[in-house]
C-alpha cells in the first residue's frame, strides 16, 4: 500500500506510536532490526525506514514502513508517475479529478508493506489498526491511499477510484 502526502510534513514515528498505544494495542517502533526506536529517532522527521512492532502474542513485525520524498528520491517520483498513469485510465469523474490532483501535488511518498505474519492471520489487530495508520498517513495535506487490487481512497478512507468500478 502507498499513501501519496501532498504536505511536506513528515509524519513523525511518535506520531504512529501514540497512535497505536491510543487504541490500546502494545507495539513499538524500531528504526532497525532489533530494540526499539530512541526517543531522538522517534522525533526525527528524516526517518526513512521503521518496522511497527506487535508486543502480544510475542513479539513480532506487522508492518515496513517506508518514507521518501519526491523532491530528492526517484523511487518516490516513479511511483507517483505510476499512480498517475493509472488514475489517468478511468473515466473523467470527480473522484478521478481529486485524486490526479492530489497525486500531482505529492511530496512524500509512504509505503506500507505488510508482513507475513500480518498475512497469515486474518484476525490479527494490525488489520483492524491499519485504517488508522494508512488515515495519519494521508491526513496532512490531504493525500491519498492507494491499494493495490482495491483503488485510491481520500484520507477519510472513502473510495474515490475502485478497482471493480473499471469491471463493471
Known amino acids: 500500500m502507498k499513501v501519496f502526502s501532498p504536505s511536506s510534513q513528515t509524519v513523525r514515528l511518535r506520531e504512529i506510536a501514540d497512535l497505536f498505544k491510543a487504541g490500546g494495542y502494545s507495539i513499538s517502533i524500531s528504526t532497525g532490526i532489533a530494540g526499539a526506536a530512541t526517543p531522538e529517532e522517534l522525533e526525527n522527521p528524516n526517518w526513512e525506514a521503521a518496522f511497527v512492532r506487535w508486543h502480544t502474542p510475542e513479539l513480532h513485525d506487522v508492518y515496513l514502513l517506508e518514507r521518501s520524498v519526491v523532491e ?3 523511487e518516490a517520483r516513479e511511483a507517483v508517475e505510476e499512480a498517475l ?4 485510465n478511468w473515466p473523467d469523474a470527480a473522484e478521478k479529478l ?4 492530489a497525486l500531482r501535488r505529492t511530496q512524500i511518498v509512504y509505503d506500507v508493506q505488510l ?6 492471520d486474518q484476525d490479527h489487530p494490525g488489520w483492524e489498526a491499519l485504517d488508522g495508520l494508512l ?3 494521508a491526513a496532512p495535506g490531504e493525500g491519498v491511499i492507494f491499494a493495490e487490487e482495491e483503488g485510491f481512497f481520500d484520507a477519510e478512507g472513502m473510495p474515490l477510484i475502485l478497482v471493480e468500478d473499471d469491471e463493471a
Open 72 to 74: 530528492e528520491e526517484a
Open 98 to 101: 481529486l485524486t490526479v490532483d
Open 115 to 120: 508482513l507475513p505474519v500480518l498475512l497469515e
Open 85 to 88: 498513469r493509472f488514475a489517468y
Open 135 to 137: 488515515r495519519l498517513l
